[in-house]
């Protein structure tokens, strides 16, 4: 499609609007307009009072054009009122062509929480709260309170997190097969899985030297997560060896939750349950994402519904203190019915964890290659899957504790974690609301490093890909030379924790 801009706005914000309309939207500078090629146009300007935008939607013959002037405000900066002046004119203009209302409204980011939350950190309380969401952006009123509860449960975990805290997120990106709606980092075949001991032998260094250098900053380790891929993909042995590695070298007295993830049930045996308990391990991730054979099987799951209740029971019966499992609505084939008696069946397990996520579709993804029109910015079966998914969690007496939303995901729907109350995954409110550094290491690995008071973030990201890591990229004078970057961001920013380093 092609986006066409007049004023003061940044294109990928534009970009990223459109897409609430146009998912899976692909945009190009001075592209000749073909016959049914959308054609966005927005204009912009800002004055003493406010900004003003109008935003015309056109396809083939059809054309809309709405306006909107939006005033400054106490709570809005000059970048802000434009942004939301252009996004309000850019959504009456979709929903007046489209004849559809999107949830989200005009939120447009990966952490709808923050807003919620920034607004009651300012004052507000819930009601009003609300009525900015659902006035100034346009959000439905149930996915406003949703957001609600949500920043809440996340304001309550953050308040109970004492200084000087970090976490350790660990990358094991192999698979025992690729589904393909995955865009993640993940290795399959059995070339690239010959990699894995070459790479947990670098990955291990790495490790410990991350663990040192935590140490060295005085820093408190409060969660683990070893995700990927698929870590449970190593063997016993090599499941040993890193979690050795960690307990040898990380200082877990301040621990609050460490999490490994198991995610393919058939990569799942009792013996490396057990042995992840006995080294620590409280929560693990065993995740069917639909409870439908003929559903796996389309996505290229190579396990069966039969060996997720397995994997689950032996879970069970090896003692850990936190199962999560996860589903997906909207996924290829699923009807309502059948995702409604997937998540049926998982309560009736009572994990303590229970994720919602949404079918989102990245570019990379290998059913791009086969289905061209998989996207739906307006999808009301997935929309009551989603509805249901949440009212029976709520009925059955779990809290949301955590959000996030993807681009190009069906029906515009959003990914959320519910929890038995005291049982909520920390890692993943503290890593997805940037409220303490994330040392990261292995491929495709971001270490995201937060000052105390949450106003200054940088990332350092390590080479996307296991080849690439295990090549000259990363070596002792590359580690060295990003740890040096990590100490000056402390010494910078955390005087009193780093005095003397």
Excluded at 251 to 270: A, N
Excluded at 274 to 282: F, M, S
Excluded at 309 to 315: G, R, T, V, W
Excluded at 477 to 501: P, S
Aim: charged share 25%.
């Amino acid at each position: 499609m092609i986006v066409n801009i007049d004023g003061n706005i940044n294109r990928f914000y534009a970009q990223t609007l459109c897409m609430v309309f146009f998912p899976g939207a692909k945009f190009a500078e001075n592209e000749e307009a073909g016959e049914n090629t959308p054609i966005v146009d927005i204009y912009e300007r800002t004055n003493e009072e406010g900004s003003f935008a109008r935003a015309t939607i056109t396809i083939g013959e059809k054309s809309v054009t709405c306006e909107h002037t939006e005033p400054y405000s106490e709570r809005n900066t000059k970048i802000k009122t434009e942004k939301v002046a252009v996004g309000v004119a850019l959504f009456k203009a979709g929903e007046k062509f489209f004849r559809v209302s999107p949830s989200w409204g005009i939120l447009t980011g990966v952490r709808p929480a923050k807003i919620a939350r920034d607004l009651l950190n300012k004052g507000l309380n819930v009601t009003e709260m609300k009525s900015v969401l659902t006035k100034q952006y346009f959000v439905n009123p149930k996915k406003a309170t949703l957001l609600g509860n949500i920043a809440r449960n996340e304001n309550k975990i953050i308040k109970s997190l004492s200084d000087n805290t970090c976490s350790l997120y660990i990358s094991i990106p192999f698979c025992p097969s690729r589904c393909s709606y995955c865009s993640f980092v993940s290795y399959s075949t059995k070339r690239l899985l010959s990699l894995i001991p070459d790479y947990l032998a670098k990955l291990l260094y790495e490790v410990k030297q991350t663990l040192a250098l935590i140490k060295e900053l005085d820093q408190k380790l409060v969660t683990i997560y070893i995700g990927g891929g698929t870590p449970s993909i190593l063997t016993t042995e090599q499941m040993e060896m890193l979690l050795l590695t960690i307990k040898d070298n990380a200082d877990l007295s301040y621990l609050k939750e460490y999490t490994f993830e198991m995610g393919r049930p058939d990569t799942v045996t009792y013996e490396k349950v057990v042995l992840a308990k006995e080294l620590g391990v409280t929560r693990i991730s065993i995740n069917p994402q639909t409870l439908n054979d003929a559903v796996l099987e389309t996505i290229g799951r190579a396990h069966t519904v039969e060996q997720f209740f397995n994997a689950y029971d032996i879970a069970r019966k090896a003692g850990i203190k936190c199962i999560n499992t996860d589903l997906i609505a909207g996924l290829p084939g699923e009807s309502a019915s059948s995702f409604q008696k997937s998540v049926d069946a998982i309560l009736k397990l009572k994990p303590e964890n229970v994720t919602y996520h949404t079918f989102c579709i990245k570019k990379a993804a290998d059913i791009l290659k086969e289905e061209n029109d998989i996207y739906s910015p307006f999808n009301p079966m997935v929309g009551k899957c989603v509805d249901y998914a949440q009212v029976q969690a709520k009925n059955e007496g779990y809290v949301p504790y955590y959000m996030y939303r993807q681009k190009n995901t069906v029906g515009n729907y959003e990914n959320v974690g519910y929890s038995v109350p005291g049982f909520e995954g920390l890692y993943n409110v503290y890593m997805m609301e940037e409220i303490h550094s994330v040392f990261a290491c292995g491929a495709g690995a971001v270490t995201k490093l937060v000052s105390p008071e949450r106003d200054a973030i940088k990332r350092m990201f390590m080479p996307k890909y296991p080849f690439e890591y295990l090549s000259d990229k990363v070596n002792e004078e590359q580690l060295q030379q990003n740890f040096n970057e990590y100490r000056e961001f402390y010494r910078v920013h955390f005087n009193n924790a780093t005095e003397g380093i």
